[in-house]
């Protein structure tokens, strides 16, 4: 069953340097998103990207958070400088169509020092 | 707004015990709904869904039926096994949104 697939599995990074995290969505989804879990609380939604466009984006998603899709593969998130309360689990997911279940990855943990 | 509240965890039974995890829903529209498993180092799957009201959703022995009455897609399993082990997260979509609102989650650890 294709699965989308999250590099790094963990990543640590110093406070103020910019991170990238990556995602590989399943194939022939369309829609694709970023959550994520600070540890011992909710999963929480952070962005929706469609047509290489955001669609939807939570509070949390400021000014220093970018999402991209640079080939018809990848789909990325940038963490621009870096803060402590970054630390978290960052997951992917995808879809094909709306109102499906969303697919998930693996996740990134993301340790900011 | 749209939120989720499931049961205070962490839930610790023994195997073959009889399971439920609560959840119930504050929803603004027509919500799916959805419970994730996330076993020990992996991602988040998907477990099972109800789309409207009176559905049940199954697999793997768990089952949870879509309560619009009272709001709740409560999940339950007859015999649990250790294998079962793994947090638990209640979700919903509501119809034509992109996102997923979750519960905080609810660990699961069954002892042999």
């Known amino acids: 069953e294709p699965e989308v697939t999250q590099t790094p599995s963990h990543q640590v990074t110093q406070m103020g340097q910019e991170v990238i995290l990556r995602c590989v969505p399943i194939?022939?989804?369309?829609?694709f998103y970023w959550y994520r879990q600070i540890l011992g609380q909710k999963v929480e939604f952070l962005v929706s990207f469609y047509n290489n466009e955001i669609s939807e984006k939570s509070e949390i998603f400021d000014d220093q958070f970018s999402v991209e899709r640079p080939d018809g593969s990848n789909f990325t998130l940038k963490i621009r400088s870096t803060k402590l309360e970054d630390s978290a689990m960052y997951f992917c997911?995808?879809?094909?169509?709306?109102?499906?279940?969303?697919?998930f990855g693996d996740g990134t943990r993301l340790s900011i020092l | 707004g749209n939120s989720v509240t499931q049961m205070e965890g962490p839930v610790t039974l023994s195997e073959e015990a009889f399971l439920t995890i609560n959840c119930t829903y504050t929803a603004t529209g027509y919500p799916s709904l959805f419970w994730y498993v996330q076993y020990p180092g992996e991602g988040l799957q998907l477990l099972l869904k109800?789309?409207?009201?009176?559905d049940k959703g199954s697999n793997k022995g768990f089952e949870a039926t879509y309560r619009k009455e009272t709001t709740s897609f409560h999940l339950e399993k007859g015999s649990v096994q250790v294998s079962d082990s793994a947090v638990y997260f209640c979700?919903?979509?509501?119809?034509?949104?992109?996102?997923?609102?979750f519960g905080q989650g609810t660990r699961l650890t069954i002892n042999p």
């Open positions: 979700a919903l979509l509501i119809q034509g949104a992109q996102k997923l609102v």
């Open positions: 194939s022939n989804h369309l829609y």
């Open positions: 109800a789309t409207k009201a009176d």
């Open positions: 997911a995808s879809i094909r169509w709306l109102n499906q279940p969303q697919h």
